[in-house]
């Protein structure tokens, strides 16, 4: 038997957009082990995108903006599948169509907006799936390591992704009334993605993050993966309300050597 002991479980992945995704990495780990993988992505013209990559798995609509959305999910996925083992939560947006602006210049509604998506879509999740959840069901989002950062070039997602972490806490304390389902973040260091690749400036703070890191290489999307399917698995049945870091050390190695000479030399 495998120590993850994913054989023959159920779970619902949320936010596979291409094959670079966290979300996908997820999927083919879960299977790996045995596990059935039912998805939900945003749109038809997404889920038209993904034909190919699904070869006909299970795929559902929801776009999470919009509540009843999430409601009829619950229902579906239910209805057709019975109880859930667990969640993955992969779901972020922003909207930067007027680009990158200082924190203080955030509209409102672009705020507001990435928040129900990115942060209190879990909540609604949560609470639509509660009666659909076996009783020692995971749900694990994928938020960010540096939420505590002020990185120019991530906007206002900061404070989402915290937001997200905060929000997963406590719907770990809000279940423990009376179930034993857990609620964990992998809180993930920069990731070579599509959905990064976008980012202006981006490229810079990825190779920037990878001189901090100990070992002098960032993050593979199936380390974070693997990080997500443990969560899941009853494996980690002893953590809850927890966010994970996963960042091969970035946060912990401001000051190395190497990065403090490149930052210290004459300008020319």
Not at 105 to 129: C, G, M, W, Y
Not at 212 to 224: G, P
Request: aromatic letters at 8%; hydrophobic letters at 40%; proline letters at 3%.
């Amino acid at each position: 038997m495998s120590f993850l002991n994913l054989q023959n479980k159920r779970f619902l992945v949320m936010g596979v957009a291409n094959r670079k995704s966290v979300a996908w990495a997820v999927t083919k780990s879960l299977e790996a082990e045995g596990a059935e993988v039912i998805h939900s992505v945003r749109s038809a013209e997404r889920l038209a995108s993904l034909e190919k990559l699904l070869e006909g798995r299970t795929a559902y609509l929801c776009d999470v903006e919009y509540p009843e959305q999430i409601e009829s999910l619950a229902e579906q996925v239910s209805a057709a599948h019975g109880p859930l083992d667990g969640i993955l939560h992969s779901i972020a947006f922003a909207n930067y169509s007027e680009g990158f602006k200082p924190f203080h210049e955030t509209p409102r509604k672009d705020f507001l907006q990435a928040t129900a998506i990115s942060a209190f879509s879990l909540v609604e999740v949560a609470n639509a799936f509660k009666p659909h959840l076996s009783n020692d069901a995971s749900v694990v989002s994928i938020g960010i390591s540096s939420t505590d950062v002020t990185a120019e070039n991530y906007g206002y997602m900061a404070p989402i992704k915290a937001t997200l972490e905060t929000a997963s806490h406590n719907l770990a304390k809000s279940f423990s009334a009376d179930t034993r389902v857990r609620f964990n973040t992998v809180n993930a260091g920069p990731l070579k993605t599509s959905a990064s690749a976008g980012i202006p400036g981006y490229l810079e703070s990825y190779l920037y993050a990878e001189k901090l890191t100990f070992r002098k290489q960032n993050l593979s999307t199936q380390e974070v993966a693997d990080t997500a399917v443990f969560l899941l698995s009853g494996a980690s049945s002893g953590i809850n309300g927890q966010g994970l870091v996963v960042n091969a050390g970035m946060d912990r190695n401001y000051f190395d050597k190497e990065v403090v000479k490149l930052a210290m030399r004459p300008e020319k």
